[in-house]
C-alpha cells in the first residue's frame, strides 16, 4: 500500500537511521530516483554503486511535464538541462516541484559491475532499453530507429545524427508507460548524462519474432 510521500520522507524523521548517503544537490538526488541506480562519489574520492531495491507505492509524476503545464519552461526545452536551470534561477521553487513527484526510491548498495535491469541482468550502455513490461515483450531482441545527440569536448551538443542498432529490453521504470515509450541506458560518464538528459526523441522499434510456418 502506498506510504509517506516524497514530502513527508523529506520534510520529517519518519526513516531517520536508514540513511546510506547525503548527497550534496537535492536536484541530483531527485534524479538518481528517477534513474532508479547510479553511483556517487564520497567526500574522500571513492565510488560506490547504488541500486533500486524497493518504491514508497505512489504513482510517478513528472516534475518536467509540471513545469510545461505552469508555462514555466516550453515543451521543446523540457529536458533535464533546462529544468536543472530553472530549479537553480528559482530556488524558492525546489521544494515545491521536487515534491509533486510523490514517489520516492529506496536504494541499496551494490557491487561496482554496471547495474542491473528489473530482469536482473547487468545493463548494456547503448544497447539495454526499459519498456512497459504489460504491452511489450521484455528480453526480446528488438530494432531502433531514432537519432542520438553528438556532443563537443565542451559539454554541449552540437547536433543530430541518425541512431539504428539492436536493443534489448532489460529494464521497466514507473515513468515508461505504454507501448509508445522506450527508455535507452546510454551507461555513465558526462557524455552519457548529457545524451539521457537530452534525448526525448521519436523513431520506430521494431522486434525480432519467429516465424511461423
Do not use: C
Amino acid at each position: 500500500q502506498p506510504y509517506w510521500t516524497r514530502a513527508e520522507i523529506e520534510t520529517s524523521d519518519a526513516l531517520a537511521g536508514y540513511e546510506l548517503v547525503y548527497l550534496q544537490d537535492p536536484v541530483e538526488a531527485f534524479l538518481f530516483h528517477v534513474q532508479g541506480s547510479g553511483r556517487v562519489r564520497l567526500a574522500d574520492g571513492t565510488e560506490r554503486a547504488l541500486q533500486y531495491r524497493a518504491n514508497n507505492g505512489h504513482q510517478y509524476a513528472s516534475i518536467g511535464k509540471l513545469l510545461v503545464d505552469e508555462k514555466k519552461i516550453s515543451l521543446q526545452e523540457a529536458d533535464t538541462a533546462a529544468i536543472r536551470k530553472y530549479l537553480s534561477d528559482n530556488p524558492g521553487e525546489l521544494r515545491r516541484v521536487l515534491h509533486h513527484n510523490r514517489r520516492y526510491i529506496f536504494f541499496a548498495w551494490a557491487d561496482s559491475a554496471p547495474p542491473r535491469g528489473s530482469i536482473g541482468l547487468p545493463l548494456t550502455p547503448g544497447r539495454s532499453i526499459a519498456i512497459d513490461s504489460k504491452v511489450l515483450p521484455m528480453g526480446a531482441v528488438g530494432y531502433l530507429i531514432s537519432r542520438k545527440p553528438v556532443i563537443g569536448d565542451d559539454g554541449k551538443i552540437r547536433g543530430w545524427i541518425p541512431l539504428r542498432r539492436f536493443v534489448v529490453p532489460q529494464d521497466s521504470g514507473a515513468a515508461i508507460q505504454g507501448s509508445g515509450r522506450v527508455d535507452l541506458f546510454w551507461g555513465k560518464g558526462r557524455a552519457a548524462e548529457i545524451s539521457a538528459g537530452a534525448m526525448k526523441e521519436s523513431g520506430y522499434l521494431y522486434f525480432l519474432i519467429k516465424k511461423q510456418h
